[in-house]
């Protein structure tokens, strides 16, 4: 089971997504849970260890639209629909970034991507299907660490375009 607990200072060991959360003072919960390597998908392991329902659990994608890096936050029970990204932010097409280029433009590792404190700010697209909930569960920046905020929190932090970008 996961355990939980509520962040109120950034302390040591914190991640940058954990420490911009708190600095903006939004209410969020961090929930950290054993990871496991051979698991096929980190989302679906996040989703199971947590006892959350997938369609609550979001996972964190780069991906290049025209030449242009854009973070896409969709349901770990789908997958990303790259026409509809490219659509959400004005572009043409899209394709998913270099691994490498991810990593070392969000500051994170691959599998601990978060949408929130990253190295440098991509514009960022939520799936609108997170509106539907009143909080979902996103990468806290590392494997095996989720936090659990308002959909319309993560909208505001990130600047997010809400958009329908996920499919089944």
Known sequence: MAKKSRKQQPQSGG?????????????????AYDHDPA?????????????????????????????????????VAGQLDLKALAAAVGGK????????LAERTTGYVRGGISPLGQRKKLRTVLDDSASAHATICV????????????????????????APIGRA
């Open 39 to 75: 698991h096929p998908s980190y989302g679906e392991e996040a989703a199971e260890a947590m006892g959350v329902s997938p369609d609550r659990v979001f996972k964190t994608l780069v991906a290049d639209v025209d030449g242009a890096l854009t973070v896409a936050v969709v349901p």
């Open 93 to 100: 097409r899209a394709a998913m970034a270099d691994p490498t």
């Open 15 to 31: 991640t940058p997504a954990t420490v911009a959360l708190t600095a903006a003072g939004v209410p969020y919960e961090v929930h």
């Open 139 to 162: 990468s806290a920046g590392r494997r095996g660490l989720e936090v659990e905020l308002s959909p319309e929190d993560l909208t505001t932090l990130t600047a997010a375009v809400l």
